[in-house]
């Protein structure tokens, strides 16, 4: 595999990774996770940069709904920052 096909597979992977937190088929903490993998491995990439941005978004919005117990149910301004979140990696992702 290519260095560029590497880096298809990882921004495919997190095109995936939204798509099921979408569906409701992963919790946040598994998308967090995923995220926090691919951008370690495009840290020497600008893309990796924005991604770990938009990865401490989510992993700040789940932090203090962890430490509230609002995890099963996040305030409205927290699931509209996770949209914003989502719709600009798959914008950093196109």
Known sequence: MSESSDVQWLREGVRQSIQKYRAGEI???SLIDDL???SSNLE???SGEDLRSHWWALEEI???ALDRG?????PREDELTIEETLDALERLLS
């Open 62 to 64: 789940y932090a203090v």
């Open 27 to 29: 919790a946040l903490r």
């Open 70 to 74: 609002d995890l099963q149910e996040l």
């Open 44 to 46: 020497a990439s600008p």
């Open 36 to 38: 926090d993998s691919v």
